[in-house]
């Protein structure tokens, strides 16, 4: 999973560059736009950017603001901290998605094209519901991991915090 995913990101980004280098040397070099292009780049960029939460959420690496972390002075409750902020990421996360499967569904009933190439948006359309759905799925994995640590007491080793005077030790 991690070399296909890796594999699949990395050809999305390159594509997405390799787009925007051939549009900025079309239009402001060559002063010849191609006809198109932008609108044939929306795939990748789309599906890029879902792909890269759902991988974000698959390695547990989304950027988040600890804040609360600092004031806790045990592991059980920095894992009771996680525990909730999983719980609401994967009710929101829930919600979202069922926006996003309605988006889908007048998406397909509608079945929009592009204004240029004719090509279906639906398929651009269709990556958020894609990428909600797997993202919920291993917002769901994390919650149970997280479930488990408080329910056994086996806490990860990033839960623990040093004491000030550890940490004077440590300097």
């Known amino acids: 999973m991690d070399r296909f995913m890796s594999l699949l990101l990395t050809g999305l980004i390159c594509l997405v560059a390799l787009g925007q280098f051939v549009q900025v040397i079309t239009r402001y070099l060559l002063e010849i736009p191609v006809l ?26 989304h950027i988040r603001a600890n804040v609360l972390e ?21 009710v929101i996360g829930c919600w979202l998605t069922y926006w996003a499967w309605d988006f889908t569904k007048y998406s397909m009933r509608v079945w929009r094209e592009s204004p ?17 759905v797997l993202m919920m799925v ?25 004491t000030e005077s550890q940490q004077e030790e440590l300097a």
């Open 138 to 162: 291993f917002t769901a994995i994390q919650l149970g991991r997280h479930i488990y640590q408080v329910a056994t007491g086996n806490y990860p080793p990033s839960a623990t915090h040093t």
């Open 70 to 90: 600092i004031f806790l002075k045990t592991p059980k409750q920095v894992a009771v901290l996680a525990l909730i902020g999983e719980a609401l990421s994967l």
């Open 116 to 132: 240029t190439l004719y090509i279906p948006t639906f398929y651009v359309d269709v990556a958020l519901i894609t990428g909600l």
């Open 36 to 61: 198109g292009l932008e609108e044939s780049l929306l795939y990748p960029t789309m599906w890029l950017y879902m792909a890269g939460a759902v991988n974000a959420s698959r390695e547990n690496s």
